[in-house]
């Protein structure tokens, strides 16, 4: 059994590796904690691959899933932590105590790859505690900004409320169904009764604070604008991918004759797109703007769990879009963080004519959110909506391709001028290490878009056990 969870166990150890060299190290030198903890990721990585194409099977007594589906979402999990680590060089470069943030870091990509694997409700609640209290320290990381402490702040509140309602949805679940396992909760929860709606819906409440879906979305605009811009690209998609893949586990192992999951996620994925990109129609903050974007880009990651078990495509358009969500987000981020955190719309002005590779990152990680072929992003919507047709959910499909027309609105609202508006003044970069973070991620979306079909065979060979 160890042996199904070395990446995890990489995790941990190198996070503790990490936070004793913080504590060593002198100031000068904390810069080093960012190298262990590439090192780290970069270990757990190899330690995953190991994985693919193995045999998928449930581990520690069905608490934990050893699938495709897992594997890949760690895969995307770390390479997302390297990005933000990427990112974060630079940026924390004058804190002379950045060496623990590495550490931090570290925690909340091992609660998301938890989260990722758990088929078992007390995983599930260990996972989001790991992952969430992380986040909120790394969101209020600069304890002098104001907007940093205030969004955190937010962060927590919001996560607070809906700890409650997990812990008790999952004591209601347990207490019906008598175990605590995914497969135990499809063997024994009763076919109806108003516990078991009320329990569900009370975890389900907490699977969307973690992903930023509504109702609990409220703090993605306000931690992508205040949190320090690395944590922002961390916090606002990385712990998505552990919360999508929680999801689907979760109402798999529902009772669909007493439950309507399937109902209430669509309307949960229609409200959350069409209020994200309706809200991020007039903002004139970029990184507020990327917020409410991330809030709309996880009503699409909705409509793959609606196509559960009425879609082949259902998995691989789930992965796809973490994949390339993931990605898109830590490069547009990367762009922010490498122009030393400039947000105001008209600081973007003629940003091509100085530094065309910033504007062209930028660009190609808003066209892959739109869809635009050859870019990651378009195959993602491409079988996001074939997998919700196929599911019967024309209606829904048809909102997000609405909702896709939208949005290119305030994207064009950033990219136009950005092309075409007058340079105000110099542009100055932050540094080499978030440059090349925000290329590499620019350039997987254009690659993986151009080459998606082994990425696209590999996902359609990936189980999802749990219930």
Request: aromatic letters at 10%; one cysteine or more.
């Amino acid at each position: 059994m160890v042996a199904d969870v070395i990446p995890e166990i990489v995790l941990v150890v190198g996070s503790v590796v990490v936070l004793l060299y913080a504590l060593a190290a002198p100031r000068r030198l904390q810069a080093g904690a960012a190298l262990l903890a590439l090192a780290t990721a970069a270990l757990a990585t190899v330690a995953t691959l190991a994985m693919l194409g193995g045999p998928e099977y449930l581990t520690f007594a069905d608490t934990y899933a050893r699938d495709g589906t897992a594997v890949w979402g760690k895969l995307i999990v770390l390479a997302g932590t390297v990005g933000a680590i990427g990112l974060s060089v630079p940026w924390f470069e004058s804190d002379h105590r950045h060496g623990e943030y590495y550490a931090l870091l570290l925690l909340s990509a091992l609660g998301a790859v938890f989260l990722a694997g758990a088929t078992d409700l007390k995983q599930f609640v260990m996972a989001m505690m790991l992952s969430s209290a992380t986040g909120f320290v790394l969101a209020a990381y600069h304890r002098r900004s104001s907007p940093a402490s205030e969004a955190a702040i937010k962060y927590y509140l919001v996560g607070a409320f809906t700890s409650a309602s997990m812990l008790i949805g999952v004591a209601y679940l347990f207490g019906l169904a008598g175990s605590t396992t995914l497969s135990g909760l499809t063997r024994g929860l009763p076919t109806g009764g108003l516990a078991l709606a009320t329990g569900a819906a009370l975890v389900i409440l907490a699977v969307t604070f973690k992903i930023g879906a509504l109702p609990a979305h409220a703090w993605v605009p306000d931690v992508a604008q205040g949190a320090p811009a690395p944590v922002a690209a961390f916090v606002t998609s990385i712990p998505k991918v552990g919360g999508l893949i929680f999801l689907a586990r979760l109402v798999l192992a529902l009772p669909t004759e007493s439950v309507e999951w399937r109902p209430l996620v669509a309307v949960l994925a229609a409200a959350t797109m069409t209020l994200g990109n309706l809200a991020a129609l007039w903002q004139n903050d970029v990184r507020r703007l990327l917020g409410w974007s991330a809030v709309s880009q996880i009503g699409y990651g909705l409509m793959a769990v609606v196509a559960l078990e009425r879609s082949a495509l259902a998995v691989p358009s789930l992965l796809f879009f973490l994949l390339a969500y993931v990605v898109g987000n830590v490069a547009a981020f990367g762009v922010v963080v490498e122009l030393r955190g400039r947000t105001a719309l008209g600081e973007f002005t003629g940003l091509a004519r100085a530094r065309a590779w910033l504007a062209g990152a930028l660009a190609v990680s808003f066209l892959s959110f739109i869809g635009v072929p050859p870019l990651v992003g378009f195959v993602a919507k491409l079988l996001l909506f074939g997998a919700t047709i196929e599911a019967g959910y024309t209606w829904l499909a048809a909102l997000a391709v609405v909702n896709t027309v939208v949005s290119i609105f305030y994207y064009a609202r950033v990219l136009g001028p950005v092309y075409f508006g007058p340079l105000a003044g110099p542009v100055p970069v932050l540094g080499r290490w978030a440059a090349v973070a925000t290329l590499a991620c620019a350039a997987a979306l254009v690659l993986v878009g151009i080459v998606a079909e082994p990425f696209y065979l590999a996902f359609t060979r990936a189980g999802l056990l749990g219930g």
